[in-house]
């Protein structure tokens, strides 16, 4: 499983706070802690600062990451302009966070994927917004991942995010988002697949349970790479679990050497 | 899903001590938190005892037990004896754990399920042993369920437990018995489904995690009762999550009851 470390976000207060003070300290802090936990790399986002700010914060937020951490960073902003400018200061191959099938999004985020060799998560919606049903989805999601593939992105750069909906609202939309998984990589065998795992329990309590069902779920569907926190290590050890039982581990070696790293417990 | 309490069971040891001591209070006390904790029926066992000490031992416990509850009990023994002493003093319709195919087994068990119109675990197994492979299983599956339908036992009265391996032992037999489960299902439209939740991580590290995804996958393939300690109250609430997240809990009613009831926090 690829984790992307979602914790350097100002939609959380502390981080919010921080960016805008430029708190060195608590940024690599908490770049550090996830590292440790077993990030694959960390997404940065201070989308919550006003549009003209962002550009420069995120540029600061690059370089104060990757100063504490040789991994590559994920650049999570809907604004081209901060993306540019952060990725202009990014050491390694960068993650871009993200495109759709938007056309202006589209139009703008493929020529920074294309400058910067980037990976890209993909977000299954268009200028009509997120599909409405599974054979709507299916079509949104089969004509941009062409559309990437026929620009020139390669399919292993590209992590596909099904845009799970809430249970509370849209009940039978999970197993949909299951199935558009497992149709679009028996299509496109290689495509990554992406997923937060919170939004699915968006509106109904005590939510952990849910999360968890769904990453059961969805490592059983094609899911390989999570945007989550990596320091919830009943998630984690749970990821691993699934890998193991849905034949992604063989002889549970990954498992067994999580535990040996003291990742498995709490 | 159906909840069988599996606490009251001579393997543990303060259990085998209340048996043998006849400690009615005991058992009483593992009863009662039990039903409190959302247990559909308690499951009975006092295998370890004895096998002349068994029948007397397990009446006792039945009497004990039904003295406190409502609940019919599920009669757990390999050995007919003791589930014919047990069964003369159950009230209400009870659930016998378990036939398979083996031969004298089968034959034995059959004629106290229609005696006291039981519902009953049947083991995918016969007098080879356990399947070796999905198609094996597949096989010895279908034809207990065929036989035992012939015999004159309703499809509602059979819990079909497919005996999932360790991952640690058996890699991939994990998926096979999801898919059995599967097969089954389409087969035997009604048929339901049983499942312990600890085999599958038997010689793993940290178990919890391998039970916890089993759980979720196995609820998606179609398990509908579960032998489990209803006091985890962490498993409890992940079997209602995806129950939820499966379409089998519209608008997730069931969950948001079980929340209301202080059930799904530890």
Redesign the interface.
Known sequence: MFIVGERINTTRKSMDQAVKERNTEMIQEEAIRQVQAGANTLDVNCGSLKAEEEPEALTWLVKTVQSVTALPLCLDSPNPEALAAGLAVHQGKPMINSISGERSRYTQVLTLIKEYHASVVALCMDDRGIPQGKSQALEVGIRLVEELLTDGISLDDIYFDPLVRS??TS??S??ETLELMQDLKARFPGLHFISGLSN?SFG???RR??N???V??S??SGLDAVIMDPLDK?MV??I???E????RD???LK??EA?RQGR??A
């Open positions: 249970l509370a009940p039978g999970v197993l699915v109904l309590p005590e349970h849910l968890r069902a769904f059961v779920l490592v059983a009943d050890a749970l691993y679990a699934a193991a039982l849905t034949g063989r002889f549970c498992y067994i535990y498995l417990k």
